[in-house]
């Protein structure tokens, strides 16, 4: 930072701009001192109590450290005139706030990057200190000078800074201003020599260049600024030191990222961060560890050879990765160790001797932690005086020493027995010439046959020498030493061990040697013999032989063969076969129903359409590759020979899909329309006189099959005179009076138009000949007339056809609205003839209609060629081949009646009867060759003779269809395997103990009672290798595939004269029952032991023993849990329609499940179950319950349709019967609004039309004031109204009032005036006009005059008019749009796609639907979706595989073996589709075996043949145990017999181990105990949590002392430890005891409970103790 110029004045302290006169205390921050004597500003970072002066950076340029040399060499050349102070560099002083005052109470750290100021004592020599106490400024002061080393001039060479109360005040006031006077003097002198201006520059840019490499240039900006830091013109700077601004650089490109890469170097160790930053303290109390920080080296180098490179050439691919990461410095722990043991025993019997308890470590000391303590403390014991003399001497023997091989024998005798040896070999060689000439004629003598035995057995017995091909014996003799050895330690002389005989020093022993193997041979070839770049590598070995066999503990061999994977290499190399999945076709998709649809009432389940399941097999075959055309038939059909699954890589495709049938659209018609006119059959052919009325619908939709399948659309009725165009009257004209007058009699002219048969207009001319209606009489009454209403229209025919009992009918009906004037005018009619009645309807009710049967099979017409016949049949896809003809038949059908003759029937309609079809391709079944045979158990076996079989199989790729060829019925082939042979093994063969070899006499012959010719020896034999046939094998084979080499050496025993020999004990005898009688076995005395009277003697020689026989008792029982429930094998269940179903989980029943059975004998021991006459199980009958699915009612009845006009819905539901138990489908969601269970819902439309009001004739009025002269006045008139349900021809039939809408219902009665005679009649009025839109105008209806008014009177208004409002008589039209309805499938659709459909309703403003057509004419915009497509989920049982086949016994013994299959999901469960069973998988249990093992003994004591003490030997047994293989106990021992089968190998290790050396430590020696056990592994913990250093255990040996006098030599007590996995960690806490008086006991515990001493817890106050704790609670 560079401060800018104060404005303060001189003698001040500036602080953040603040300024302070000197002697007052200046506010803290960032200060300067502003001196009177220059301009110079000296920086003094200040912080409470100090002062500071920092001393200048280092020179940072050439040009500044040059500066600095010249005040030097001005020095140098005035020899020894010195200057008073060193010129300050010019350079600008920077500012450094200092450190925080917890850091250093007295000074301000420097930067990293300077030296530490020097103490004040060194000022002379390094540089100047001024310390200024308190009273001079209100605060201490230390200045450190920022130029040289050299200190002040003139003689300064002691030290100027002065602590508080060492100068008065003043003086010290008077020493600063000095210094700072002497600054300024050297300062002014130098200040117009001094640069103001220096050169800066910015950061290096990006390389540049248009190559990649070392070529680019990179640029940075260079300016010049003031020593203040503002930018300047460059002309200030000097030129000459102009630093560039461009420079050579290695330009980056993407393709570098290949080449280079950082490297990056191991983490240092941690250091602690307190060593880094020197003002940070540890704590006192460690928690979790010291915090630490770790670095590392990293650097860019290029990745081929890892030379290094810029930086900058990584950094421009990723960042550099970090350089530093914290680490974690554990605490340190203490070593733990036990409590101590009980005191043993005294060491001696009586005098004085000593007692130990020792104690074993637990933790190791870890991290620093502290050492452990001593393992052993001593107390001396007394048990008492001894009575006679002690014992002070004892008989000690060494180790035996290094086998050697004895001298020659030449070497050890001496020179004057050398000629006897002479003359002894000569005697010797004669012996043998005549042996040898004595065998050359025996050979002469011998046949062929006996010549070759003798050669065999001279092989054999070469084999048999102990110096063979693989190993060298080479018997030695080993020493020992024995000494008399003091209770001090001191070696005495021999004789003072008081001994009868002393130990053996000698012994024979095999010379050691190493193994020795041979040079590799050559690798063999790659066992995989074709190039696959993808697929799995080969393997190749190489086998070294053995040369010489390890003997006498030396090295082992190294292994003898070695493999590594391989890839065959050449140009010859054919490419791997490779292979693929293949399938086979799907097979037909199978739809389950939905239980919204399991409708009892719906038996036939066969149409089910929809969407389902289809399965299909997947199998593996070799993928065709490129091959000669006449090999490609041969090839292909090998390419679809199954083979093993193993052999395809990849996932196998699926096995199941989701599939969809089409749903069949039946065939939809409309109504019937109404009957029409008696016409021609044809009409272009009118000879024939017999006609037929018709009635006909259409086809609404397009069906699936055609329109062939629909019902009939026409029927007929015979009729007579018919004709094919008539007259239609459309309407009469107004009746017009006759002779132009204005009432009375006329007539009225009918308007008509020509029709056809099917009532559409034609030419009039076609109607030329029928008959015109012709005009009809009518009147218009005048005005004393009666005054009759018009007619009514025809009602309805009554009937449709006239028949015997039925005549239709139809009426007619008019009113009278006034009545006549007396005499005047004409009268009124009857009541009877206001009604007319006319026939209707007169054909007779026979009804015809043709009838078409379905069509039949195509069958092939072989008058049509077909041109791609062949072509179809090569594919052999669903191509149409030809095409074919079917037929139908079609008869003529009377309704109600029957078939009829065809006459009956309109000709010119009858149906085709042929038509033409496609036929498709005949297509064969297609199976695969069989598959190779399954392969048989292994070439061999090692016991049994269970019969296996191998199977093969074929697949069916392709069922037949279209009368194609079937497929063969067996798809599945077995046949018995071959006999096996016994599995080829390899086993050790011992050949003959050799002689035993004694150690030679010349080392024998000085120890006492040693004879030349008998006494302990070594005897070796050979070994073999041999196949289990017998058969010689390699060597390498036995030690791969045998067990362990049996031993080569074995010590013997010469027997001497006087020894007795026996043979070694024979087998018992067997018994002849349990619980009966004896066995014995036997030994027999051997040579001249048999003359010897001490051998005889069968107390210390016996020769046979006695036994009882054993009493073998057993009992059986259960053990275990019970099995699974098992279902018998092929025991699947039916599908729900009647067929097997493939992977149908519906699997129950009765089934078995298992309990295993185990036999012990009458010593609780564990033995085979055959003992107990068990097959090893109990079973017993179980069952598995069947699923039940979700039963649901069947399907209500629909609803009505909520709307009577218009568009609404109508609903149906299902409720639940019973709910699903046992994995049985589950139900449908539940519909919580109504509680239904399943529900549908459809759109329905009511005709606004359906239901109508017919209103009959008015009635007769009735006047209620009659004037009886005029029959006129108020009156009332009624009528009856009736709902009616309105059809294509009318209303017919009367149904109920309420379906009609009540405000449109017509009145039943009028009150009105009657019209008197001579007044004006009107008639009735019109419908009114239509409101138009808005609803603020006005409506009207119409009346017509029927009688004029006579002279007088006038006629009322015609004409009426009514305002219209909203929705009273005005309304406004929208269309509102419905729900949608629940997804719709086809009629027998399961699932799959359907369409949801939502309908439109027209409705008016006062919410009243109307009908659609009123919306329709106004035109409004149709703008909604009215169907979608919608999917309704399928029902997918879980399909499971089959179980597969039973594993192998988990445990190959013990109690807890299981057998296990399992199974696994095809297809998951979907929609409501039953779903998969829990139990995927299933158990049984083994047959009990009891676990048979070899087991050591405890190691017997250690023992010192012959001697009291020194290195002796200690033994353990090995003994076949039997357990239950639970692991609890070592189990029980049984004989060795039992485990005759296993192999020689105890927890693992074959190297049995039944003796080893041990030491017998002499009385007063001190030794170490054996290690103990290792310590249970234990993590770095602290509060439960791991800190992430590993686990450690550990193990300790304790000294043990028997004399006080030694224990000055006893040795360190010794420790190991090392890293282990799966450790737990352990809390250690004090534990008190209860007080007693004023002491209780404390000692610390580990959390699993153990006594401890030393801990790993936390440092903790122990609880307050008066006396000491004692190590543990008594």
């Given at each position: 930072m560079h401060l800018r110029a104060s404005p303060c004045p001189r003698d001040t302290i500036v602080c953040n701009s603040l300024c302070s006169p000197l002697g007052k205390q200046p506010i803290l921050g960032d200060c300067l001192l502003r001196s009177t004597y220059g301009k110079r500003r000296l920086i003094m970072p200040l912080k409470e109590g100090n002062l500071h002066l920092m001393q200048q950076p280092e020179p940072e340029t050439e040009r500044e450290r040059e500066r600095e040399r010249e005040p030097e060499r001005a020095r140098e050349d005035s020899k020894g005139a010195r200057t008073a102070f060193h010129s300050p560099p010019d350079y600008p002083i920077r500012t450094t706030r200092a450190p925080s005052c917890e850091r250093d109470k007295s000074r301000a750290a420097l930067p990293s990057s300077l030296p530490h100021p020097p103490a004040p004592?060194?000022?002379?020599?390094?540089?100047?200190?001024?310390?200024?106490?308190?009273?001079?400024?209100?605060?201490?002061?230390?200045?450190?000078?920022?130029?040289?080393?050299?200190?002040?001039?003139?003689?300064?060479?002691?030290?100027?800074?002065?602590?508080?109360?060492?100068?008065?005040?003043?003086?010290?006031?008077?020493?600063?201003?000095?210094?700072?006077?002497?600054w300024e003097v050297k300062t002014q002198t130098e200040?117009?020599?001094?640069?103001?201006?220096?050169?800066?520059?910015?950061?290096?840019?990006?390389?540049?260049?248009?190559?990649?490499?070392?070529?680019?240039?990179?640029?940075?900006?260079?300016?010049?600024?003031?020593?203040?830091?503002?930018?300047?013109?460059?002309?200030?700077?000097?030129?000459?030191?102009?630093?560039?601004?461009?420079?050579?650089?290695?330009?980056?490109?993407?393709?570098?990222?290949?080449?280079?890469?950082?490297?990056?170097?191991?983490?240092?160790?941690?250091?602690?961060?307190?060593?880094?930053?020197?003002?940070?303290?540890?704590?006192?109390?460690?928690?979790?560890?010291?915090?630490?920080?770790?670095?590392?080296?990293?650097?860019?180098?290029?990745?081929?050879?890892?030379?290094?490179?810029?930086?900058?050439?990584?950094?421009?691919?990723?960042?550099?990765?970090?350089?530093?990461?914290?680490?974690?410095?554990?605490?340190?722990?203490?070593?733990?160790?036990?409590?101590?043991?009980?005191?043993?025993?005294?060491?001696?019997?009586?005098?004085?001797?000593?007692?130990?308890?020792?104690?074993?470590?637990?933790?190791?000391?870890?991290?620093?932690?502290?050492?452990?303590?001593?393992?052993?403390?001593?107390?001396?014991?007394?048990?008492?005086?001894?009575?006679?003399?002690?014992?002070?001497?004892?008989?000690?023997?060494?180790?035996?020493?290094?086998?050697?091989?004895?001298?020659?024998r030449?070497?050890?005798?001496?020179?004057?027995?050398?000629?006897?040896?002479?003359?002894?070999?000569?005697?010797?060689?004669?012996?043998?010439?005549?042996?040898?000439?004595?065998?050359?004629?025996?050979?002469?003598?011998?046949?062929?046959?006996?010549?070759?035995l003798i050669k065999k057995k001279r092989i054999r017995n070469r084999q048999n020498r102990q110096g063979g091909k693989f190993w060298d014996l080479q018997v030695g003799y080993q020493t020992r030493e024995v000494t008399c050895v003091h209770k001090s330690g001191d070696t005495e002389a021999l004789s003072l061990c008081s001994q009868d005989t002393l130990p053996v020093t000698y012994q024979a022993c095999v010379m050691t040697k190493d193994c020795e193997v041979g040079e590799w041979a050559d690798w063999s070839a790659c066992s995989k013999d074709c190039y696959d770049l993808n697929g799995p590598k080969g393997e190749r070995a190489r086998n070294r032989r053995v040369r010489q066999f390890p003997v006498g503990g030396g090295a082992e061999c190294p292994d003898v063969e070695e493999k590594e994977p391989c890839t065959p290499q050449g140009d010859g190399v054919p490419p791997c076969v490779v292979y693929n999945w293949k399938t086979t076709e799907w097979s037909e998709c199978r739809v389950d129903m939905l239980l919204s649809q399991q409708d009892r009432r719906r038996g036939n389940q066969t149409g089910l359409c929809g969407g389902g399941v289809q399965n299909r097999e997947v199998y593996c075959v070799q993928a065709p590759s490129d091959m000669p055309s006449n090999l490609s038939a041969l090839k292909s059909k090998e390419?679809?020979?199954?083979?093993?699954?193993?052999?395809?890589?990849?996932?196998?495709?699926?096995?199941?899909q989701l599939c969809h049938i089409a749903c069949p659209v039946e065939c939809d018609v409309s109504s019937w329309s109404a009957w029409g006119p008696c016409t021609f059959e044809n009409c272009q052919d009118q000879a024939a006189k017999k006609g037929f009325k018709l009635r006909k619908r259409r086809i609404a939709n397009d069906p699936t099959a055609g329109t062939g399948n629909c019902p009939h659309l026409v029927e007929a009725i015979p009729c007579d005179d018919p004709s094919c165009y008539d007259w239609l009257l459309v309407r009469l004209e107004e009746c017009v009076p006759?002779?132009?007058?204005?009432?009375?009699?006329?007539?009225?002219?009918?308007?008509?138009?020509?029709?056809?048969?099917?009532?559409?207009?034609?030419?009039?001319?076609?109607?030329?000949?029928?008959?015109?209606?012709?005009?009809?009489?009518?009147?218009?009454?005048?005005?004393?007339?009666?005054?009759?209403?018009?007619?009514?229209?025809?009602?309805q025919c009554s009937h449709t056809c006239s028949?015997?009992?039925?005549?239709?009918?139809?009426?007619?009906?008019?009113?009278?609205?006034?009545?006549?004037?007396?005499?005047?005018?004409?009268?009124?009619?009857?009541?009877?003839?206001?009604?007319?009645?006319?026939?209707?309807?007169?054909?007779?009710?026979?009804?015809?209609?043709?009838?078409?049967?379905?069509?039949?099979?195509?069958?092939?017409?072989?008058?049509?060629?077909?041109?791609?016949?062949?072509?179809?049949?090569?594919?052999?896809?669903?191509?149409?081949?030809?095409?074919?003809?079917?037929?139908?038949?079609?008869?003529?059908?009377?309704?109600?009646?029957?078939?009829?003759?065809?006459?009956?029937?309109?000709?010119?309609?009858?149906?085709?009867?042929?038509?033409?079809?496609?036929?498709?391709?005949?297509?064969?079944?297609?199976?695969?060759?069989?598959?190779?045979?399954?392969?048989?158990?292994?070439?061999?076996?090692?016991g049994g003779n269970t019969k296996r079989k191998q199977t093969r199989k074929r697949l069916i790729i392709q069922l037949p269809a279209n009368g194609g060829q079937d497929c063969p019925e067996v798809l599945t082939q077995e046949r018995d395997c071959d006999a096996p042979s016994l599995c080829q093994g390899f086993r050790w063969k011992t050949h003959k103990w050799r002689r035993c070899q004694l150690v030679p006499w010349s080392v024998r012959q000085d120890s006492p009672g040693a004879q030349e010719t008998c006494g302990p020896g070594l005897q070796a034999r050979a070994v073999s290798c041999r196949k289990q046939d017998g058969g010689q094998a390699d060597v390498g084979s036995c030690l791969k595939f045998a067990s362990s080499m049996p031993p080569l050496t074995q010590p013997c025993q010469l027997p001497c004269q006087d020894d007795c020999q026996m043979t070694s004990w024979s087998k018992f005898s067997s018994c002849t029952a349990d619980c009966v009688g004896v066995r014995t076995r036997k030994r027999v005395l051997v040579g001249k032991s048999k003359k010897r009277d001490q051998c005889k003697n069968n107390q210390v020689y016996p020769l046979s023993e006695t036994q009882y026989c054993p009493c073998n008792k057993y009992n059986a029982q259960p053990v275990g849990n019970w099995s699974d429930c098992i279902l018998p094998e092929g025991g699947r269940v039916e599908g729900q329609l009647g067929m097997k179903v493939q992977g149908d989980i519906k699997e129950c029943g009765q089934g078995y499940r298992y309990q295993a059975m185990v036999c012990y004998d009458q010593e609780n021991r564990l033995v085979e179950t055959s003992r107990c006459n068990s097959h090893g199980y109990i079973e017993e009958a179980c069952i598995i319950p069947c699923p039940s699915d979700c039963k649901l009612?069947?399907?209500?009845?629909?609803?009505?349709?909520?709307?009577?006009?218009?568009?609404?819905?109508?609903?149906?539901?299902?409720?639940?019967?019973?709910?699903?138990?046992?994995?049985?489908?589950?139900?449908?969601?539940?519909?919580?609004?109504?509680?239904?269970?399943?529900?549908?819902?459809?759109?329905?439309?009511?005709?606004?039309?359906?239901?109508?009001?017919?209103?009959?004739?008015?009635?007769v009025w009735k006047v209620s004031n009659v004037d009886l002269k005029e029959n006129c006045g108020e009156g009332v008139q009624t009528r009856k109204v009736r709902c009616m349900q309105n059809t294509i021809d009318g209303p017919s039939d009367q149904v109920d009032d309420y379906l009609c809408d009540p405000e449109e219902m017509p009145l039943g009665a009028r009150d009105s005036r009657l019209p008197c005679p001579e007044d004006c009649v009107l008639s009735d009025w019109g419908d009114w006009s239509p409101c138009p839109l808005p609803c603020n105008s006005s409506r009207e209806r119409l009346a017509s005059p029927i009688r004029l008014p006579g002279e007088g009177k006038q006629c009322p208004p015609t004409t009426e008019t009514a305002p219209c409002k909203l929705n009273s008589n005005c309304f406004y039209y929208s269309y509102n749009i419905t729900d949608w309805s629940t997804c719709q499938l086809s009629e027998r659709a399961v699932c799959g796609s359907g369409i949801k459909t939502r309908m439109l309703d027209c409705v008016r403003s006062d919410g009243k639907s109307v009908d659609l057509t009123l919306c329709e004419k106004l035109g409004l915009e149709r703008k909604w979706q009215m169907n979608v497509s919608c999917v309704v989920e399928c029902p997918v049982n879980c399909q499971l595989s089959d179980w597969s086949p039973w594993s192998e016994c988990t445990h190959t013994c013990g109690l807890a073996g299981k057998l296990w299959r399992k199974r696994t999901v095809l297809q998951a469960p979907q929609g409501d589709g039953r779903p998969c069973p829990p139990q995927m998988e299933q158990w049984k249990p083994c047959p009990v075996r009891p676990c048979y093992r070899w087991h050591y003994s405890s190691w017997s004591q250690c023992t010192s043949e012959g001697a009291r003490c020194g290195e002796g030997l200690r033994f353990r047994n090995v003994s076949c145990f039997v357990s239950d293989g639970e692991g609890r106990g070592e189990g029980s021992l049984v004989d060795d017999e039992l485990c005759g089968d296993l192999e020689p190998s105890v927890d693992g290790d074959k190297q049995i181990t039944l003796e080893e050396a041990c030491t017998v430590p002499c009385p007063g020696e001190c030794y170490l105990t054996d290690w103990t056990e290792w310590s249970p592994c234990q993590l770095s913990c602290v509060g439960g949590d791991d800190l992430g250093f590993g686990s450690v255990q550990v193990r300790s040996r304790a000294v043990l002392a028997q004399e006080p006098e030694n224990l000055m030599q006893c040795p360190e007590p010794e420790w190991e430890a090392r890293p282990c996995t799966e450790g737990q960690c352990y809390d250690y806490k004090w534990m008190t005891g209860a007080w007693r008086a004023s002491s209780r006991q404390v000692w610390c515990q580990r959390s699993d409970g153990l006594n401890v001493t030393g801990t790993w817890a936390l440092p903790d106050r122990s609880p307050l103790t008066p006396y000491r704790p004692t190590a543990g609670p008594s």
């Open positions: 004592r060194a000022l002379a020599s390094e540089s100047l200190g001024l310390l200024v106490s308190p009273p001079v400024f209100g605060f201490g002061v230390d200045i450190y000078w920022p130029w040289g080393s050299h200190g002040l001039a003139g003689g300064v060479q002691g030290t100027l800074g002065v602590r508080r109360g060492a100068l008065p005040p003043l003086w010290r006031l008077a020493a600063l201003l000095l210094l700072l006077g002497v200040e117009d020599t001094k640069p103001v201006y220096v050169w800066q520059t910015g950061p290096w840019g990006r390389c540049m260049g248009s190559e990649c490499g070392p070529g680019g240039r990179q640029s940075r900006a260079v300016w010049c600024a003031h020593s203040e830091g503002w930018t300047t013109l460059h002309t200030n700077c000097d030129e000459a030191l102009r630093p560039d601004n461009q420079q050579s650089c290695f330009h980056v490109c993407d393709w570098h990222k290949e080449l280079y890469d950082w490297q990056l170097g191991a983490w240092n160790q941690c250091v602690p961060v307190s060593m880094r930053s020197p003002g940070v303290q540890r704590p006192a109390v460690c928690t979790r560890g010291d915090e630490g920080i770790q670095t590392r080296e990293v650097g860019c180098v290029q990745k081929a050879d890892g030379v290094p490179a810029e930086d900058a050439i990584c950094e421009y691919f990723e960042p550099k990765p970090r350089l530093e990461q914290a680490c974690l410095i554990p605490c340190p722990r203490d070593c733990v160790v036990s409590q101590f043991t009980p005191w043993n025993a005294c060491s001696k019997t009586c005098g004085t001797g000593l007692q130990n308890r020792i104690r074993f470590v637990l933790a190791p000391p870890l991290f620093g932690g502290s050492a452990c303590p001593n393992l052993t403390e001593f107390q001396t014991c007394q048990p008492g005086a001894c009575q006679g003399e002690e014992s002070l001497y004892s008989l000690r023997v060494g180790s035996w020493g290094l086998c050697s091989v004895p001298l020659q030449q070497a050890r005798q001496a020179p004057e027995k050398g000629k006897k040896r002479q003359k002894k070999a000569k005697n010797k060689e004669r012996v043998r010439e005549k042996v040898r000439e004595r065998m050359r004629d025996r050979g002469r003598v011998k046949d062929p046959e006996t010549r070759e390419a679809s020979r199954p083979v093993d699954s193993d052999l395809c890589l990849g996932v196998a495709p699926s096995t199941t006759d002779n132009e007058k204005e009432c009375g009699p006329g007539t009225q002219v009918p308007q008509v138009q020509c029709i056809n048969s099917d009532g559409e207009y034609v030419d009039r001319q076609l109607c030329r000949d029928a008959i015109l209606p012709m005009p009809v009489v009518c009147e218009v009454p005048c005005p004393k007339d009666c005054v009759l209403s018009p007619w009514t229209s025809w009602t028949g015997k009992n039925t005549e239709g009918k139809q009426t007619r009906a008019r009113s009278i609205l006034a009545y006549n004037a007396g005499q005047g005018g004409v009268q009124c009619p009857n009541i009877s003839a206001l009604l007319e009645a006319r026939s209707c309807n007169e054909h007779p009710c026979t009804v015809y209609h043709w009838q078409t049967g379905p069509w039949g099979q195509c069958i092939e017409d072989t008058s049509i060629p077909a041109p791609n016949s062949s072509l179809g049949r090569a594919r052999g896809d669903d191509a149409t081949c030809s095409v074919g003809m079917q037929t139908r038949k079609v008869i003529c059908v009377r309704v109600n009646v029957g078939q009829v003759p065809p006459k009956k029937c309109p000709e010119s309609l009858r149906p085709d009867t042929v038509r033409p079809c496609l036929l498709p391709c005949k297509r064969d079944c297609i199976v695969t060759p069989y598959s190779e045979w399954s392969p048989c158990p292994a070439a061999c076996q090692a009612s069947e399907w209500s009845n629909w609803s009505r349709c909520s709307k009577s006009c218009g568009s609404g819905v109508k609903v149906r539901s299902k409720w639940l019967r019973e709910k699903p138990y046992n994995g049985g489908r589950p139900c449908p969601k539940l519909d919580h609004v109504n509680q239904a269970q399943v529900y549908e819902v459809v759109p329905c439309l009511s005709d606004c039309g359906q239901y109508v009001w017919v209103a009959e004739p008015w009635s």
